[in-house]
């Protein structure tokens, strides 16, 4: 499975922005993208990598404490799409985000190790 992330750039505190991961590939046998839990993490400067959200086959999502309330994860499993949209964002969500798909479930989709696959990145820079 392929992951590709889009949507990040400079953003102003308060605005909103919309990032985007498009799966392609060969999913593991018998999968569908329909199938795989969805995560964003991100990665401040300087920082390790970090859970954002993440949504599950079945529709249920999980925010950081940081995030709730602000940012929303949703999916088109008919586009092979996942969506991060992020409304009032604060100068400390600057980051490069990162989509991921996992088969795992439980606490495990919090973490980094959880997931089976990556996107490249794209860099959210939010200015004051």
């Known amino acids: 499975v392929q992951l590709q992330a889009s949507g990040g750039g400079l953003v102003q505190a308060g605005g909103s922005l919309r990032l985007s991961c498009a799966a392609s590939?060969?999913?593991?046998?018998?999968?569908?993208?329909?199938?795989?839990?969805m995560g964003w993490f991100r990665q401040p400067p300087g920082k390790e990598r970090e859970f954002v959200t993440v949504i599950t086959w079945s529709g249920s999502t999980v925010y950081a404490d940081s995030v709730k309330g602000r940012f929303t994860i949703s999916r088109d499993n008919a586009k092979n799409t996942v969506y991060l949209q992020m409304n009032s964002p604060k100068p400390e969500d600057t980051a490069v985000y990162y989509c991921?798909?996992?088969?795992?479930?439980?606490?495990?989709?919090?973490?980094?190790?959880?997931?089976?696959?990556w996107g490249q990145g794209t860099q959210v820079t939010v200015s004051s």
């Open positions: 991921a798909a996992a088969l795992t479930v439980g606490a495990r989709l919090l973490t980094v190790q959880g997931y089976d696959y």
């Open positions: 590939g060969r999913a593991a046998s018998g999968r569908t993208f329909g199938d795989y839990n």
